[in-house]
């Protein structure tokens, strides 16, 4: 398959080969309203995948200008060119409060006390929460946690405090789940230059708050 923009939807091996100097990634929370309204601008595809983004010229424009050096506000507009706006919401609003638990937690939320807190079965919750996000608890939940271990490097703490923070065992366990969650070394730098922590926390999107808004 080849594409200048593509969509790959969650837990799905895939391998990319590069056609040029350099590609732009963009991570969204699966099953947010902006995983939603971006999957809505693309125009084609197949086996899952979805390719040809329909403001595609413009993006490869921006993002060519996209480095580990850009202020937030320029990689945000991009991202937001990207995903579009949108008042998408979850057809099930005890997803959306659940995500927006996970994410704000400031301790591991078990799915059983998830469940519990939003009146339903585990089993239950479990499968409502895979058709409502695409990808499973236990994927979602580690995905949280490198939320809070980037925000954490993004505001200047070292890598055991980020660790710590992110609920990791330890900061070789962060580094090996970042390698399996994004096929990179947490120490790789983007463009080859600046600050290591600058370049990690540009791998892990933003938390938007709005993200889960429901009707």
């Given at each position: 398959?080849?594409?200048?923009?593509?969509?790959?939807?969650?837990?799905?091996?895939?391998?990319?080969?590069?056609?040029?100097?350099?590609?732009?990634?963009?991570?969204?929370?699966?099953?947010?309203?902006?995983?939603?309204?971006?999957?809505?601008?693309?125009?084609?595809?197949?086996?899952?995948?979805?390719?040809?983004?329909?403001?595609?010229?413009?993006?490869?424009?921006?993002?060519?200008?996209i480095s580990a050096?850009?202020?937030?506000?320029?990689?945000?507009?991009?991202?937001?060119?990207?995903?579009?706006?949108?008042?998408?919401?979850?057809?099930?609003?005890?997803?959306?409060?659940?995500?927006?638990?996970?994410?704000?937690?400031?301790?591991?939320?078990?799915?059983?006390?998830?469940?519990?807190?939003?009146?339903?079965?585990?089993?239950?919750?479990?499968?409502?929460?895979?058709?409502?996000?695409?990808?499973?608890?236990?994927?979602?939940?580690?995905?949280?946690?490198?939320?809070?271990?980037?925000?954490?490097?993004?505001?200047?703490?070292?890598?055991?405090?980020?660790?710590?923070?992110?609920?990791?065992?330890?900061?070789?366990?962060?580094?090996?789940?970042?390698?399996?969650?994004?096929?990179?070394?947490?120490?790789?730098?983007?463009?080859?230059?600046g600050p290591q922590?600058?370049?990690i926390a540009a791998?892990?999107?933003?938390?938007?708050?709005?993200?889960?808004?429901?009707?």
């Open positions: 398959m080849r594409a200048r923009t593509a969509l790959i939807p969650p837990r799905t091996r895939h391998h990319l080969t590069a056609g040029g100097e350099r590609m732009v990634f963009l991570y969204l929370d699966p099953g947010s309203a902006k995983d939603r309204a971006c999957r809505a601008r693309f125009t084609a595809g197949e086996y899952g995948v979805m390719t040809g983004h329909d403001a595609e010229a413009a993006l490869l424009v921006r993002a060519a200008a050096h850009s202020p937030d506000r320029q990689v945000a507009a991009w991202t937001d060119e990207a995903t579009g706006h949108t008042t998408a919401s979850f057809t099930d609003p005890r997803i959306a409060a659940a995500l927006r638990r996970l994410i704000g937690a400031d301790e591991p939320v078990p799915a059983a006390l998830l469940a519990a807190e939003l009146g339903l079965s585990e089993s239950r919750f479990l499968r409502l929460f895979r058709d409502g996000t695409g990808t499973s608890y236990r994927r979602f939940r580690l995905w949280a946690q490198m939320h809070r271990a980037a925000r954490a490097l993004a505001t200047g703490e070292n890598l055991t405090r980020a660790a710590a923070d992110g609920y990791f065992a330890s900061p070789s366990h962060f580094s090996t789940a970042f390698h399996a969650m994004f096929g990179r070394s947490r120490r790789t730098r983007v463009d080859g230059a922590n600058r370049s791998v892990v999107t933003t938390y938007d708050a709005d993200a889960w808004a429901t009707d």
